[in-house]
């Protein structure tokens, strides 16, 4: 089945859901608000939305509160903006996309709740807020020309379009691993290279002249493709399946044939494919680190005691369980046994922070869209 019809975080509202283990994706949202302001500002210098409607895309927006909190962050400072320049708020259009399998009927129920606490807030200070859902993937066409302001996305373009070819030798792994073949890792950076550039070249289309995308997603911190911060959580992943294997309650040979369809790429990577492909001039790239568990605030030691690494592997576990199970089940069937499968990954992961507390290393990049 095409990736475009499996890929989609955990629904529904159980422990395990993706809308109650998303909190990691809120602190990120919140770390590029400082980012949102300045681009806000520089596209309200150019006056290409003042006095009139502005058009919001959030791809990959995911179906937790999370969604509606990027529009209200985007809704705030443009209505901040404008009182600084003596200019009527506009009106906004808010469009939210992701792939098939979102869970669009979650955010529309959150939307009553949305408008009921903008207009509390804001008053007659803003102009009608009209919300929309766009299904379909973003490496494809979503907008007509030159019909959008902004574009937002956050932990969604490390994504990619599918599993890279011709890695069948990357076998009892499920990403790129220290122990991974030298062809695993040009494969997967060829196809974010691809996925990349069309991504930007579709995104050049659907945005007005002057108009800014903002784009916050998983990356490594150096070039070095077998750093921690790139293999480390996904090899406790690997293991977990490796131990199910041992017990018989996985197929070697299913084991052997799945990987992931993500890649985190080096900044140099990002910056060549943004020259390369031309559409558009990198504003500003940041980088920042958040703990794997995002309830762990201490940024200080290096790794953890044994109580608080099982307590950051039992959160990350949840976290990563609610992104990546329907893309298991899909793969190993319903009869793999996912709960016990996340108790195994939960003490690889406490044994490792227990050693070495290894952290998600976070690219946010602000383009303009050039002339």
């Not at 073949?181 to 974010?192: E, G, I, L, S, T």
């Amino acid at each position: 089945m095409a990736l475009v019809n499996i890929l989609h975080m955990t629904t529904g509202h159980e422990d395990s859901s993706y809308a109650k283990n998303s909190l990691l994706q809120e602190t990120v949202i919140q770390k590029a608000i400082p980012c949102l302001n300045h681009t806000i500002k520089g596209i309200a210098s150019r006056d290409i939305f003042l006095d009139g409607c502005f058009k919001i895309a959030d791809l990959g927006c995911g179906s937790s509160r999370n969604t509606l909190l990027v529009a209200s962050n985007i809704i705030d400072i443009v209505i901040e903006v404008c009182k600084e320049n003596n200019h009527k708020p506009p009106q906004f259009q808010v469009c939210l996309n992701d792939l098939f399998g979102n869970d669009f009927n979650n955010l529309f129920k959150l939307l009553p709740e949305f408008y009921a606490k903008l207009k509390r807030e804001k008053g007659e200070n803003v102009g009608p807020c009209i919300v929309s859902a766009v299904p379909g993937s973003f490496y494809g066409r979503l907008f007509p020309d030159k019909s959008l302001h902004l574009v937002h996305s956050s932990f969604s373009v490390h994504w990619l379009s599918q599993v890279p070819e011709g890695i069948e030798n990357n076998t009892l792994n499920i990403y790129p691993a220290k122990t991974s073949p030298p062809n695993v890792f040009q494969a997967y950076a060829k196809q974010f290279r691809i996925d990349f550039t069309n991504f930007l070249k579709l995104r050049s289309k659907e945005i007005v002249r002057g108009g800014c995308m903002i784009l916050t997603f998983l990356g490594r911190s150096i070039a070095d493709p077998t750093c921690d911060d790139n293999c480390s959580l996904w090899e406790q992943l690997a293991q977990s399946l490796q131990d199910m294997v041992k017990e018989g309650l996985v197929r070697e040979s299913n084991l052997n044939s799945f990987n992931l369809p993500l890649y985190y790429p080096c900044v140099d990577e990002v910056r060549d494919a943004i020259k390369n492909e031309g559409s558009f001039s990198l504003d500003n790239l940041t980088v920042f680190q958040v703990n794997w568990d995002p309830q762990d605030t201490d940024y200080t030691n290096t790794n953890d005691s044994i109580d608080l690494g099982q307590k950051h592997g039992r959160n990350t576990a949840k976290h990563i369980r609610a992104v990546t199970e329907p893309l298991l089940t899909s793969h190993f069937g319903n009869s793999i046994n996912v709960v016990a499968l996340f108790k195994k990954f939960e003490k690889h992961l406490a044994e490792h922070l227990a050693n070495k507390k290894t952290r998600y290393f976070n690219i946010l990049i602000s383009l303009t869209k050039n002339e």
